[in-house]
């Protein structure tokens, strides 16, 4: 449940509600909650698929399962870029929040021009990934120590924070200010999703991730996923509304598009001080290091995992699926950490960041409902520890949100995921062709005929679509476009499910990952 929950709490509940409220102003409030239902929907889900396949890097194997080797690789590619560029993201936040510590901005130089890491910050988030690799390298056993520890206080910060500011500075009218509850009308309240809300909640998974190492993960997994969504939501929607009601009224008396004028990177810790309560800015500082970092450590944790389900898999090379004496993966950690330097190249804002993380995400959360129903079919007489209530309705409503959010995205994008994706299946093709005959899977193509059109239809409807800061055509008309997207993802979910392999391929798939895992420390 720690490792769920301190996935959940990391940079996001310092920047989310400020980035939310600038995009619906109040009325951001129903965006946490809307984004709530669509992550308790797929939360219930990765449950039931977790409890009843307990693997490691179980949504790269949930559709391997499902739809063979190559639809396991798209699952486990998508899932692997999110997840891979989390840890340096997460890094990164922490650097760039302490450098609002006038000491460290004068002596350490971390930063150029506010954003970029110079050649000492680099050298900083280089030697934190490093602490990162050699926890996660000893076993997941420190990993959840460490974590756990560093959950107590992530969540203790955000309620104090809660109960300082609603104490000390707390304006009712602020609600209504601005042009009302709701300035940009529903339009801001789904833009304001892929800005910082989704991000913010995203993380459930790790549980699954990391569950086949677990003491009972058929009863573990399905608890702690539910429990931290439960906890993850109650703190975020406690966060903004602590927000909203403590920004001065005279920053938001003609609109939100700037509420709180200084501090910008570090707005709960402005609130704080023009509360009065300049020591709990001071404890927001720390934990502005505390929860990005402690984040970006279970990242590079769960991303080693994807890899490794993929090595497994024999998509990736087959050293990746390779387990330590200790029974981790140490190659994949190992490339996790590589490739996590690698993306300390200079980024854009962290906004358009979180967006193309949100995307990914919301791509390798989709894979999962269509799994779950499928192996319901194909797979019926599995042990189901937990089952998801209402599966024949949550399963497709879960797809739908999943595309919905991508939707919300925007083109400008969506388009760069799709070309990462494609990026992802040359690198597949490459790795067939290098790997023995003998030692190749084969490809059920049929199944994953769906994959394709849907990737495409995607990007077209987001293109035709009205979200997104450019290339999109605003063809399609307001709440129309919502319906194009949901008929669209249902024809697509049930075509998925009747493309799935034969009840024979799950068992086969299942009893190879029993005797690979039989022969492994």
């Known amino acids: 449940m720690f490792v769920s929950l301190g996935s959940i709490i990391g940079s996001g509940w310092l920047l989310g509600a400020l980035k939310a409220a600038k995009v619906a102003g109040p009325a951001s409030l129903l965006s946490w909650i809307l984004t709530a239902v669509i992550m308790a929907t797929l939360a219930l889900v990765h449950a039931e698929l977790g409890a009843a396949y307990p693997m490691a890097g179980g949504t790269a194997r949930f559709p391997a399962l499902a739809y063979g080797v190559l639809g396991g690789f798209a699952g486990g590619w998508v899932a692997w870029l999110q997840a891979v560029a989390l840890a340096p993201v997460e890094v990164e936040a922490s650097l760039q929040y302490l450098d609002n510590i006038s000491w460290i901005k004068q002596h350490l130089n971390l930063l150029s021009g506010g954003e970029t890491l110079t050649a000492s910050g680099f050298g900083w988030a280089t030697l934190l990934m490093a602490i990162f690799t050699v926890i996660n390298l000893i076993g997941v056993k420190l990993l959840s120590e460490s974590n756990s520890a560093t959950v107590i206080w992530k969540v203790a910060v955000p309620v104090l ?28 309240i789904f833009a304001a999703l892929p800005v910082g809300v989704v991000f913010a909640l995203q993380g459930f998974e790790q549980a699954v991730q990391i569950g086949g190492e677990s003491r009972n993960p058929q009863k573990d997994i399905s608890r702690a996923i539910i429990t931290a969504m439960i906890i993850g939501t109650i703190v975020y929607l406690l966060l903004e509304i602590a927000f909203i009601g403590s920004l001065d009224p005279a920053s938001i008396v003609k609109n939100w598009d700037n509420p709180i004028t200084q501090g910008s990177f570090g707005p709960y810790a402005t609130l704080a001080t023009l509360a009065g309560a300049g020591w709990l800015a001071y404890i927001l500082y720390a934990d502005a290091f505390v929860s990005p970092a402690g984040t970006g450590l279970l990242y590079l944790g769960t991303s080693s995992r994807l890899s490794y389900a993929m090595g497994r898999e024999k ?51 989709a894979f999962a409902p269509v799994s779950m129903i499928a192996l319901r079919k194909r797979d019926p007489d599995r042990a189901r520890p937990y089952r998801a209530p209402a599966g024949n309705v949550l399963a497709p409503a879960g797809f739908v949100a999943a595309n919905l959010i991508i939707y919300w995205t925007g083109f400008d994008i969506i388009w760069k995921i799709m070309v990462a994706i494609v990026a992802g299946f040359v690198l597949f093709l490459i790795a067939r062709a290098t790997t023995k005959s003998a030692d190749r899977l084969p490809v059920d193509w049929k199944a994953v005929m769906w994959i394709p059109p849907w990737l495409g239809g995607s990007v077209l409807i987001s293109w035709l679509g009205r979200y997104g800061d450019g290339g999109n055509i605003n063809a399609l008309p307001e709440w129309w476009d919502l319906a194009v997207v949901i008929v669209f993802s249902l024809a697509v979910f049930y075509w998925a499910v009747s493309l799935a392999v034969d009840g024979a391929k799950v068992q086969e798939a299942i009893d190879r990952e029993t005797d690979e895992l039989a022969l492994q420390p």
């Open 161 to 188: 924070t809660v109960v300082v500011l609603l104490s000390l500075r707390f304006h009712p009218g602020n609600f209504s200010a601005g042009g009302g509850f709701a300035p940009a009308g529903a339009h801001g």
């Open 315 to 365: 998509v990736l090379p087959k050293q990746l699926g390779k387990l330590s004496v200790r029974g981790v993966p140490v190659w994949s950690i190992v490339l996790s950490f590589v490739v996590g330097e690698i993306m300390f190249l200079p980024f854009p804002s962290w906004q358009n960041l979180v967006e193309v993380i949100t995307s990914a995400t919301a791509l390798m959360y």
